[in-house]
């Protein structure tokens, strides 16, 4: 089964995202910052990561360069509220980019394409 690990600290988003995504076939892990992220990527080896940009304890950009630092093949899809980040040079790092929307159409597509691409 293909695993996507949700990184946000909003906890409806995490639940909403997990509940939608469990719906489409897929396991989902979450993870409320990003704390420990590289040892929960390194544990539970997610095919894909759904990451938040802007959260409390971490700048999701700085936590996107680490990530691609120690795996530079795993899918990261940033989600967030702003599309100001998008122009970002950090963000260039991300495979795709989508804004946070309670209609999930979108970021469940980007999931799909990025999953088929690195296939």
């Not at 992220?37 to 700048?59: C, Y």
């Amino acid at each position: 089964m293909i695993k996507i690990l949700v990184v946000d600290d909003e906890a409806h988003i995490r639940l909403l995202y997990s509940e939608e995504l469990k719906d489409e076939g897929y396991e989902v892990i979450t993870a409320e910052s990003g704390e420990g992220l590289l040892e929960l990527i390194n544990r539970e080896n997610p095919s894909l990561v759904v990451l938040d940009i802007k959260m409390t304890s971490h700048n999701g950009l700085d936590l996107l360069q680490d990530i691609r630092n120690q795996y530079y093949d795993l899918p990261v899809i940033l989600s967030t509220a702003y599309d100001s980040f998008k122009e970002d040079m950090k963000s260039m790092a991300a495979n795709d980019y989508v804004i946070k929307s309670f209609d999930l159409s979108e970021l469940k597509s980007r999931i799909k394409k990025n999953l088929e691409t690195a296939r």
